[in-house]
């Protein structure tokens, strides 16, 4: 995912080949299984040529800065070139068929060093007078005899490196200004003396000339479709070329050389007379001539056309001063721009590179990017909110460059205006962005920060000078208006125009800035103001020229520009800036120049004085922070107080109200005990009254039992051939018969469950109000004589109600004299059925018995209970009471017996409340499959309810006589 700078091929292992990355790192890759085979770091710059050496075993890569030797074996750099960062490496390379290296440097020396000492064998004399040119091109024959040089000019030096001679100066044709590529075209028949070298120059045409004839042999290419790169295949049939418009073109050289080969026709020659030249420059100096047409493969026509080339005399006696970088010339640009008044758009920003000098310093450009964000700069979009993110950044970036340079540029207010229209130009190119603003900054912003942090009162009174002697009228009504150079000339300079100006306005202008004079600046601000005049002249409100010198106007910049051309020429040289203000100093190359020309007191007192307001922010952040905190505590502490008093306020309140109740449930306990006294005896009588006639109930079903037996007897008697039948009837009767006493014996089992459990509630209801009572004892002592009167009355109905149940018992055993009387009859008349029915009893015992383990469980569960109720009795201290009942129960009939083991009442008679002649249900002969469904329902819920009481039993127990607590834990509120 990184741009590729270089590329290299034909290493020992064919498979493989180098490429060399943007960041700086050099990558092998083998085609074969498309992998990545090493990868190599070093250099700290991109690199721009890899050079290998003919065995494939070494490859020398080259940047900027170094020049390092690798081993293409284990991958490991062998040697390191390091060279003075001002002079910097143009190319180094193997030369073909030799051990020697070649290295070239941008002050135009070249030196050959041995392959294996690396001790340097020679170094190439400098290039006669008059014919220096700055190298960035080579090209070698195959016998690495000859070396070929270019650079920013028409001319090509031709080096034998045997002698160590500048052999030749090869003129290129007046449209070649500079080249950009050197290609020897090889040849199978030379020996490795390659005579044809391909020239790619700035027009985007490749020349392919004899350099031996200096013959223009035929071009590739054309101003309409230009080419890019080129290079030529090993054999040198083919040529490859990539265009400017992304095509890929692929030439044949035998089709380019076809024509040309052919014997030209005769034609007429005009010897003519060539310009004189003494210079032993001009003594190598060679013309290129055309041998033949410039198209030959697109030529219609058979004849040759000869052109002879004038060569420039005055080449080398231009002013150096005019040169600039990229081939252009300063005087001629300023004969265009005076011309056209602006340059053209698509070439605009070279111009501007050119005319600047930007020395383009990536290294110490990195180290102050480096340095991350300006602290000044941190919070720019606060106060600048640009809608573009990248336009922010790209901002932030350039001013903090800016102010890592040097320290004033953190403290100036106005720096991202001025800085910000560069930034929009050059935002995808940041180093050149922020060189032109710091060529401008040291140019045309001379003594600008001379009395920081004032505006520059120097600078603004040349201005004023001149305004004075150009416009005096308008000076005039401008100082009546206490309307200052601060007000009409400041905002201009310190915006460089682009407040007042549109985008094209502001591009013309600076093209005519950046080519003359810094002091041309400050007259296109005065020519500003003067083409301004009648505008100002109405004016007479000092916010009208505030806003007048913000804001943009109807004036027309040409006219301007015209104006300042004017200003520079009728300016005196007493009060002209140009007398006072340098001349154009470009960047210096390598590293930046020192920006000190600001008094440093003052910007190392206002650094201490931000220092000191920012660390008072820390602190008042700091505090503002505990404070908060605090804050947040007190409302989290105050919130739990309230919570807590709003607890004690519930409690309270709950706690008399439990008082009240307790009072009020304190009267209620008393008649509650005292008519459950009343109910537990009445229910005991009930008890044994209901007993008694379950029992007459069932050996009155008995007889009839017995007696319908007898029937079925002599019908089977009578009706011997439907006897089958009868059997089936029988035995159908029989297991309702016992599925039927099977149920009386659990729905007995089941009431009695019910009155235990109702008896243990009442129990429990009696031990709850004797606690109540007992607590509450000390408070009602004067309040027990109103209750022993109450309950001497309540004796007194009971003994009435006692009354009238042993008159209700006194009938009752009157119709059961009566009964047995009726059954002592009758029992004579089944006498004679026992013997028959003996058998049958018995199956129907057995499978009574089948079920007794139902009896079993329900017994051992009813005498846990019991045993339970006894223990919390006994802890309750009333013991005696259930005595007293016991006794009772006793008394009429119940049998009560303790058990052994545990001490507790075992009931064993629980055939009472099933034979109530009030439950029908149990009566029933039919609905078996009924009343089987409903023991078992009532068998669930009395389980359920048992186990209920149990774990409230268990509770109240715990609750009474709780585990210790550990000392650790502790409640809050």
Known sequence: MQACTALAFNLRRKTEFLVALADYSIKCFDTGNQELVSWMRGHESSVSSISVHGSGKYAITTSTDTAQLWDLDTFQRIRKLNVRQSVGIQKVFFLPLSNTILSCFKDNSVFAWEFDTLHCKYQLSAPVEGSVLFYKVFAVTRDGR?????????????????????????????????????????????????????????????????????????????????????????????????????????????????????????????????????????????????????????????????RLLKLQANTSLENK?????????????????????????????????????????HLAFSSLIDRGIHSAFVNIQKEYPIKSGKLLRVLQR?????????????????????????????????????????????????????????????????????LAHHDKELLQHLIKYNVTSQVYAWPLLETLLSEVLTREEWLKAFDNIFSNHPSYFLMIVIAYVICS???????????????????????????????????????????????????????????????????????????????????????YLRERQLAHESEAKAQEQKAEDETWYRKQKLLQEAEEQRQKILVEEEKLAEQRQRLAVVKRELKVKELQLLDASRRRFLNYQQDQVQMELKHLNDEIAR??????????????????????RKMDLEDQRVQRLIEIDKEIQKIHTVAEENLARTEQKHTDTNGRLHPQRRLRHDDQDRVKHYREIVKLLHDNRVKEAELLKAMRETESKKQEDVVQNKAQLGKEQKAAAADGHRKQFLDDKMNDELELAEKLQREDGCFERLRDVKARCTERGVEVQQRPRSGSICLNDLSTLASSPHKNVFASRGGAARRRAELARQERELMAEVWRLRRRLTSRAQARHPPARSPATTWSP
């Open 146 to 306: 000859t070396l070929v040089a270019g650079g920013k000019s028409n001319h090509l030096h031709l080096w034998c490196l045997e002698l160590k001679q500048l052999i030749r100066i090869i003129q290129m044709p007046e449209k070649v200004r500079a080249v950009r590529h050197l290609e020897f075209l090889p040849d199978s028949f030379d020996g490795g003396s390659n005579q044809v070298l391909g020239v790619l120059s700035q027009d985007n045409i490749m020349r392919f000339i004899n350099i031996e004839t200096c013959k223009l042999l035929f071009d590739i290419g054309s101003p309409e479709e230009g080419i890019s790169t080129a290079v030529i295949s090993p054999n040198g049939r083919y040529i490859a070329s990539v265009m400017e418009n992304g095509s890929l073109n692929l030439y044949s050289v035998q089709a380019l050389t076809q024509e040309g080969n052919k014997p030209p026709p005769f034609m007429f020659k005009v010897v003519e007379d060539g310009p004189k030249y003494t210079s032993e420059a001009n003594k190598l100096i060679t013309k290129v001539t055309s041998g033949r047409s410039k198209r030959p493969w697109k030529s219609k026509q058979s004849k040759i056309q000869s």
């Open 321 to 361: 001063e005019n040169e600039l970088p990229g081939g252009l010339n300063k005087n001629r640009l300023q004969a265009l721009l005076k011309g056209f008044g602006e340059y053209p758009a698509k070439y605009r920003m070279f111009v501007w590179r050119s005319l600047l000098q930007l020395p383009e310093n």
């Open 398 to 466: 350039t001013l903090s460059a800016l102010a890592h340079w040097s320290a004033i540029f953190a403290e100036t207010p106005y720096m991202p205006l001025l800085a910000f229209p560069f930034v929009k130009l050059f935002q995808n190119n940041q180093l050149i962005c922020f060189e032109v603003v710091a060529t401008v900054v040291v140019n045309f912003c001379q003594h600008w920060f001379e009395y920081f942090p004032n505006p520059p009162v120097n600078v603004l009174g040349m201005m004023e000078n001149v």
């Open 533 to 619: 005049r009648a505008s100002l002249l109405h004016c007479n409100q000092a916010a009208d020229f505030e806003y007048f010198f913000h804001h943009r106007n109807n004036v027309d910049i040409n006219v301007v520009i015209k104006e300042a051309y004017h200003l520079m020429e009728a300016t005196p040289l007493e009060i002209h800036p140009q007398h006072m203000l340098d001349d154009f100093t470009p960047l210096t190359k390598g590293q930046y120049p020192v920006f000190n020309k600001y008094p440093t007191f003052i910007v190392n007192y206002q650094a201490q004085k931000w220092e000191k307001i920012r660390q008072d922010e820390i602190e």
């Open 719 to 740: 009706k011997h051939l439907i006897k089958d039948q009868e059997v089936v009837t029988k035995e159908m009767k029989e297991e309702v018969e016992a599925h039927r």
